[in-house]
């Protein structure tokens, strides 16, 4: 019981970091209908600006993840303006120009940093013991920036006039237009707004994870899985589905091994898929 009890804690504060590096690519190919293959390089940007900011600047590091929020979403801005604005609608291209995107990014960084992995001290240190159940502070402080994070993109994008017009967008692209929504402003906000997040995820999973240029394609596996079962514009599919996924793999890890347990879960996703093709959460709302 209590190797059960240490498993489900540990798959929730996985499933939190998977939540985390997820929902920026839901925003981007979810909202936005944007293949994007460097999803996983923006991650790997905040990573490393997080681990320069502090360990040569001496940054505390919750200004560190601020300022990785901060340079991704400038890095999206530059390239929606640049590159992934005249894609719109164009999956092929799309698809073609962020993977070699991915590769760019991956070569600029290890040019800067070199192909050494950079390291970063947990800023929260200790763990919570409860009997033979233990939890360290820091998977505390993810799981609740996880929430903290779902609630500020259900806010934004349900509860303002940007969340509003994006949706629509979403909807009928042209129509919108037409009435006279700034499509162009929206998409550059939002674009910057999903990278800011993989940013983001980025610097917190910094201290946990090992940081190197080669790191973003694990992400894009794992981000696509979690946007495909929990429905391509369903935020709290995301949600959903990375805590269905990552409990149940950290779970049967417990009893199993991990490759068989993952082998598991993507015959089972396969399932679903195949019976629901648009995921288990998809919205019910006609591009």
């Known amino acids: 019981m209590s ?19 997820t929902i920026g690519l839901v925003i981007i190919f979810g909202m936005m209908d944007v293949i994007n293959n ?13 681990c320069f900011s502090v360990n040569v600047l001496h940054i505390p590091f919750a200004f560190a993840a601020i300022l990785a929020a901060i340079v991704t979403a400038g890095v999206g801005i530059i390239i929606e303006r640049l590159l992934i604005k005249k894609l719109y609608g164009k999956v092929a291209e799309t698809l073609l120009v962020t993977f070699a995107l991915e590769y760019i990014l991956q070569q600029i960084v290890r040019m800067i940093f070199g192909p050494e992995n950079q390291t970063i001290e947990v800023p929260v240190k200790g763990q919570l013991v409860m009997g033979s159940v233990s939890v360290p502070y820091y998977n505390i402080v993810l799981i609740v920036l996880a929430l903290v994070v779902l609630g500020a993109t259900l806010l934004l994008f349900f509860k303002t006039s940007f969340g509003m017009q994006l949706r629509a967008i979403n909807q009928n692209r042209d129509m919108t237009q037409c009435l006279g929504v700034n499509v162009s402003k929206i998409n550059m906000f939002t674009f910057a707004y999903g990278a800011a997040l993989a940013g983001f995820s980025g610097a917190l999973i910094a201290p946990i994870k090992s940081v190197f240029p080669g790191m973003g394609p694990a992400f894009n596996v794992d981000g696509f899985l979690v946007v495909i079962l929990g429905g391509l514009n369903s935020i709290i599919g995301s949600f959903a589905s990375s805590f269905v996924i990552n409990e149940s793999i950290t779970l049967m890890s417990g009893y199993m091994s991990q490759i068989v347990s993952k082998l598991l879960i993507f015959v089972v996703i396969i399932i679903v898929v195949r019976f629901r093709p648009n995921g288990l959460f998809a919205s019910k709302e006609k591009r």
């Open 3 to 21: 190797l059960f009890i240490q498993q489900l804690l540990n798959g929730i504060s996985n499933s939190s970091v998977l939540f985390l590096t």
């Open 38 to 50: 460097a999803h996983g390089e923006f991650i790997m940007i905040g990573a490393y600006v997080a």
